[in-house]
């Protein structure tokens, strides 16, 4: 089952959401907010993904990170970071059972689940 990782009132994962249901793929959605991230979670992402591409630095949550705490990251530091503020992985995190994609990309998504392309 593919499953689908954001925050509801995030652009990017409610792009990925309306690809998804026009494409009639189905899927769960789970909301960081509301459904929580686990340890678990969070290691399974990191390890399929890296936690520096799984860190977004763009985001409003990390710019009201202290500065040293946004210092001299490490694995482990970034990790227990985004363990207490998921707001503060990028969006949306999609698993599909034999990959791991991070943040919004139609071609991408098209390619993942072989949607042929329109001539």
């Not at 189905?26 to 520096?52: I, K, P």
């Not at 990170?65 to 707001?87: F, G, I, K, V």
């Amino acid at each position: 089952m593919v499953k689908l990782y954001g925050i509801k009132n995030c652009d990017s994962v409610k792009k990925a959401q309306k690809w998804l249901q026009q494409h009639h793929i189905a899927y769960d959605f789970h909301d960081f907010r509301s459904d929580g991230l686990t340890a678990e979670q969070l290691q399974t992402f990191e390890s399929a993904l890296g936690w520096a591409q799984l860190l977004n630095r763009n985001s409003t949550s990390w710019r009201q990170l202290e500065d040293s705490q946004r210092a001299d990251l490490t694995a482990e530091r970034a990790l227990q970071l985004m363990l207490q503020n998921p707001t503060l992985i990028k969006r949306p995190v999609l698993v599909t059972g034999t990959q791991t994609l991070i943040g919004f990309n139609a071609d991408r998504y098209t390619a993942t689940f072989n949607i042929p392309s329109l001539p």
